[in-house]
């Protein structure tokens, strides 16, 4: 599939049975891959113990972790953890999600969330749900950042301040995740984000935050700094709330593909969307087209629904993406009533 091209279900290859990245005894999310120095595919992702549950369990014990395939359909092999838990002084000290990686060079960029909170471990038989404190904390320090290494085998160099802060009069007042990097050929980066932004009272249910929304900045140099773009989201949240961004060069400017959280962009609730753009900031989004649907054919001859579409990854053979990652899920309602988890590897024709 070539960079211009945004109908990417219509590429989709049956998917192997065996293929993708899955633990046991861990939920795992956010895969991203790359081409290592040692002519095998490695991919980044996220990891969590199931003595907590999926959601909210990757806001206060995640980590990212590295695992390597011969092919980029995998199956691939846990081979060692990348990022942990560093200690809560540290503002990504207790917990680093959504790696994105992505090379410049001869230097190996991981993009990632960390988060941090001045409390003890959850403790596996306690209630634990997105209303305890520890979460609550976790889910405000959220913030985005890099490591750097010269090898895909590390060792990872993380800086101790995040790339991308909060801006206490915008709508990124509350927290920013989910980076989305494109890093251009002279080494400046486009980043496109999640944010949320605190409510004003009175709050209902006990929601302290708005819709998710997407925000924008640039870097002369991928390690900062970073300058936002815009000061309102680059979409109306209310009308098109979408999460997970991945975004990549075409002939013309940038693409972007997305999860559709309500289905009221592409007509299917965790679908994926389209959107281009000349110059990374403003954003034309294909509303009423579906880039990539839930149900999807597997080399069995089958076509099974899954639970999630989420955190799309392409990987790249310089001008074609030949695979598409998500992370999915065996659920009915997206990771809410999930038992397992895992990172799905879909090649492209």
Partial sequence: MNRNECNLGEHFEPIPLKGGFS??????WCGSVILGEDGNYHMFASRWEKTLPMHPGWGVASEIVRAVSKTPEGPYTFQEVVLTARGAEYWDGRSVHNPHITKYKDEYILFYMGTTYPFDDVHPDENFDVHNYRFI???????????????????????????LDTRPDK?????????????????????????RSYKKPPYNNG??????????????HYKGPYTHLTDKPLFNEKEHNIEDPFIWKNDNGYSMIAKDMYGNICGEIGGGVFASSIDGVKWDLKVGH???SRNLKWEDDVTRLMGNMDRPFLLFDGDEATHLFVATSDGTDSFMNAKNTFNLSIPLK
């Fill in 23 to 28: 633990m046991e005894g861990y939920w795992v």
């Fill in 137 to 163: 904390s976790a889910r405000s320090n959220k913030r985005i950042g890099i490591a750097t290494s010269k090898s895909v085998f590390g060792p990872w160099e993380r800086l101790d301040h995040p790339i």
């Fill in 171 to 195: 709508f990124d007042n509350h927290l920013t995740s989910n980076p989305a990097p494109c890093i251009n050929e002279d080494g400046s980066c486009l980043l496109v984000y999640k944010a």
């Fill in 207 to 220: 929601e302290l935050h708005d819709l998710m929304a997407l925000g924008v900045a640039y870097a002369p």
């Fill in 290 to 292: 579906k880039a990539f």
